[in-house]
């Protein structure tokens, strides 16, 4: 049951990722430098591990094309999760961006990969549209309606485009090596995130320039890394002999871990509406599962 285990493991990596993207925006911390010091750590792992796994390079073009268009639309989900978590708690960013991706990516499946639903799946639809309405219903956040109403706007960009990099990945083939293809990816992140941050310098827009900020920054910056790294190799090692369905539900779990801490450490209390929607949120997942 190793596989089991590499699940759990999975999940509580990415749901500690997931919490320090928080963190990095309760500290106003710039968006892209984080992308990009993330995106350098997670390049320079792959990379070693590629040569260390001794995997072969066949079709490079076929790589550097997949490897690109996956950057484009990671860079975007990302650049806007950081902004969205400035303006609107985990508790409704989380749930809203994990159930909302799986229901464009069971729609994706349907209209482009032609791949059929299961009842199950069509019931899960209906529910996860009931949880993005409940999680979204919340008015009040620190008083200010503009500030959510934006919030929501950027969660749900965030959410497209994290479905479109799923959609991506389905078009890696046996001709594109995992660890090559996570270093080209997220070697194009780098180059994105390092232009973003000079655009922003050009127009004053960069965080405050003091020695305590840039430590910070690049701390956060490489334990998301880090983490997200970690937490990809152990999906990988589960999937190599568990089921795909089970360890995926399993992973899935990190955005328990995710609104536990911040429940701890940002007190942040979900109101009625979204502890419902965060038990929509797990009940969805498990019928998209099943």
């Known amino acids: 049951m190793s596989w089991f285990v590499f699940s759990i493991l999975a999940a509580l990596f990415w749901g500690f990722e997931n919490f320090l993207y928080k963190t990095s925006a309760k500290r106003n911390y710039n968006s892209a430098k984080i992308t990009a010091i993330f995106g350098l750590t997670v390049t320079m792992l792959s990379t070693l591990l590629f040569f260390v796994s001794g995997e072969k ?47 464009l990516m069971v729609i994706f ?40 109403k934006s919030g929501l706007v950027l969660t749900l960009i965030s959410t497209i485009f994290a479905a479109l990099g799923n959609l991506t990945l389905e078009y890696v083939s046996d001709n594109v090596g995992t660890y090559a293809f996570t270093s080209v990816a997220y070697g194009f992140s780098v180059i994105f995130s390092y232009i973003l941050g000079q655009f922003m310098k050009n127009n004053h827009q960069a965080e405050a320039d003091n020695s305590k900020d840039k430590v910070g920054i690049y701390v956060i910056g490489t334990l998301i890394g880090v983490l997200n790294f970690a937490g990809l190799i152990l999906f ?48 969805s997942l498990f019928l998209f599962r099943i």
């Open 109 to 148: 499946s349907y209209t482009l990969l032609h791949q059929n639903l299961s009842p199950m799946q069509l019931v899960g639809l209906v529910v996860a549209l009931i949880t993005i309405y409940l999680l979204s219903a919340n008015k009040n956040l620190n008083g200010s309606h503009s500030l959510l």
């Open 236 to 283: 990988i090692e589960a999937l190599k002999t568990g089921p795909f369905s089970i360890v995926g539900a399993i992973t899935n779990f990190s955005l328990l871990i995710t609104l536990s801490l911040a429940m701890f450490f940002y007190k942040e209390r979900p109101t009625v509406k979204q502890v419902l929607g965060i038990f929509l949120a797990f009940l």
């Open 57 to 103: 390079l066949i079709n490079i073009r076929y790589l550097l094309i997949i490897g690109f268009l996956n950057a484009v639309v990671f860079f975007v989900s990302l650049i806007t999760r950081f902004e969205a978590l400035k303006k609107v708690t985990i508790s409704i960013f989380y749930p809203i961006n994990r159930t909302g991706s799986l229901l």
